[in-house]
Structures are given as C-alpha cells and as structure tokens.
C-alpha cells in the first residue's frame, strides 16, 4: 500500500499562489498515476490535476492555465502549483496516487482563498 502526506495548504488571497506538496511512501513503484482532487462544502469532489509517471499532465476545466502539476518519480512527491487563485478554489485539495490495483488517498489539505 501507499501513505500519501500532503503539506502546503493555508489562508491566501485572491490573486496569490499556492504551492501543495505530496509525499508518497510504501509500494511507489506500482503507482502509475499522481492526481490532485478538491472538494468544497456543498459540492462534489472535482479533479484539479492529475500526471502519469510519463509524465503527462492533465487539468480540469475550472483551473486550467492557472495551475501546473508536476511529478517527481525518484522521490515519489507530486506538487501543485496553484497561481491566480480565486475564492472559488477554496476546499480540501486531497493528493491521490493511482496503481493497477489501488487508490490512495491522503488526508487533505485545507485551502482558502480570502475575497
């Protein structure tokens, strides 16, 4: 299995940066994919970003051009760099690791963007 810690989150304001990290530990080397969730109160989990150990990304719809994730397979850590943030990207951003087998979650990391 894979642990997942997440760091980085915090109180922004509108218009800051947002730099989310996410450390994997245990069975890296089955993971094929890293991913970036969020959910906000009220809504539906939506996908910000994921990247194949290939080193694909790819980005949802609501934040593309604003944020760039990227992969470091040797250490097994995936970052989110969140730019021109807005109030609605306010939630709890979960890092998630993907293998043919399973999915891990970590714990989350409370985001706020202030208006």
């Known amino acids: 299995q894979v642990r997942l810690v997440e760091s980085g989150g915090g109180l922004v304001q509108a218009g800051g940066s947002l730099r989310l990290s996410c450390a994997a530990s245990?069975?890296?080397?089955?993971?094929?994919?890293m991913a970036w969730y969020r959910q906000a109160p009220g809504k539906q989990r939506e996908l910000v970003a994921d990247i194949s150990t290939a080193g694909h990304p790819n980005y949802g719809d609501s934040v593309k051009g604003r944020v760039t994730i990227s992969m470091d397979n040797a250490e097994a850590t995936v970052s989110l760099q969140m730019n021109s943030l807005k109030p609605e990207d306010s939630g709890v951003y979960y890092c998630?690791?993907?293998?043919?087998?399973?999915?891990?979650w970590g714990q989350g990391t409370q985001v706020t963007v202030s208006s």
């Open positions: 998630v690791a993907r293998a043919p087998v399973f999915d891990a």
């Open positions: 245990g069975t890296t080397g089955s993971i094929t994919t």
